[in-house]
């Protein structure tokens, strides 16, 4: 966990570090694509041990259906 989230602030840090000259970004975009690659690591590690959880999954609605009445309240009219 704590590499984990060593990499996630690292994720942030990496992405501001923004230069016009070309050997730093190159040295950036080193950075950023292994932290990226351990973070990943890290995480379907985390998974598999069943110490994190996926995140949860929602299901889209196929169709709608308008309010006809006031029955839905359990008001009888």
């Keep these: 966990m704590f590499v984990r989230l060593i990499k ?7 992405t501001l570090n923004l230069s016009y000259r070309k050997d730093l970004r ?10 990226q690659k351990y973070f990943d690591f890290c995480t379907e590690y985390l998974i598999e041990r069943g110490i994190i959880q996926k995140s ?15 029955s839905y309240l359990g008001v009888l009219n």
């Design 8 to 14: 996630e602030i690292s994720i942030g840090i990496h």
């Design 26 to 35: 190159e040295i950036f975009r080193e950075l950023s694509i292994v932290t």
């Design 56 to 70: 949860p999954f929602v299901n889209l609605i196929k169709s709608v259906e308008f309010v006809k009445d006031a």
